[in-house]
């Protein structure tokens, strides 16, 4: 079936320094592949999407490639900020259909210390 | 106005007293969804309206109910809380068909079960 599976459970970072999240997925078919960000006391809200293979999404200096050979969805950021702080799932839209069901990983809480 | 209300933010329940949460959208999104998040799991789709045709999950299905009266609201029904219901319930919104189409989330109720 369709999965996600997001390793780091917490990042600790200073600021400005490189932050990089696995993901990898398995699915059939061509997936749409999503990372959702979840600041303290809100709901997970999207940070990025990719459609494509080989595609790249990118938002407030955020990146993730799709690759489908490896089947991974890497998160980046050249240079962390303290407001970055947050719990950032990789996600994987469910198929096959458009129905919007999102098949979550586990999450990575990351604190980025002043 | 992107946001999905979620009432209450916290609810505390009795083993075996029934639970209802509510949930509203102002964004006109034909489907509306109810996750289940519990501490180091990924959060997992209950169930889902699409306009208002009811799916429900299948390891789930008997466990939870909902009903949607209009299009903007939507609730997530317990008949008898038991504790392995604690958890944060997230309802989330979106337009469907669109590949890729944003899922939009509230802040979530917090239930715990005592």
């Known amino acids: 079936g369709n999965s996600v599976t997001q390793m780091q459970g917490q990042v600790t970072l200073s600021e400005e320094e490189f932050l990089f999240i696995n993901c990898t997925y398995s699915?059939?078919?061509?997936?749409?592949l999503f990372w959702y960000v979840q600041y303290p006391g809100e709901g997970p809200q999207l940070l990025l999407k990719v459609t494509t293979a080989n595609n790249k999404g990118s938002s407030r200096g955020f990146e993730a490639t799709y690759d489908k050979g490896t089947t991974s969805f890497h998160l980046q950021k050249a240079s962390v900020q303290e407001s970055d702080s947050a719990v950032y799932y990789c996600v994987l839209g469910d198929q096959p259909g458009n129905t919007g069901k999102l098949i979550f990983g586990l999450g990575t809480t990351l604190q980025v210390q002043p | 106005d992107t946001t999905v209300k979620q009432n209450p933010r916290y609810k505390l329940a009795r083993v075996g007293k029934p639970v209802n949460l509510i949930c509203s959208q102002t964004?006109?999104?034909?489907?509306m969804y109810w996750y289940q998040k519990k501490p180091n799991q990924a959060p997992k789709l209950l169930l889902f309206y699409y306009d208002k045709i009811l799916n429900r999950e299948a390891d789930t299905f008997e466990k939870f109910q909902s009903s949607r009266p209009n299009n903007s609201f939507c609730s997530l029904y317990i008949g008898s809380a038991g504790l392995e219901y604690s958890a944060m319930y997230l309802c989330?919104?979106?337009?469907?068909?669109?590949?890729?189409?944003?899922?939009?989330f509230g802040k979530g109720t917090r239930l715990t079960v005592v």
């Open positions: 699915t059939t078919g061509y997936p749409t």
């Open positions: 964004m006109n999104h034909d489907t």
């Open positions: 989330a919104s979106s337009s469907r068909g669109r590949r890729g189409t944003e899922v939009f």
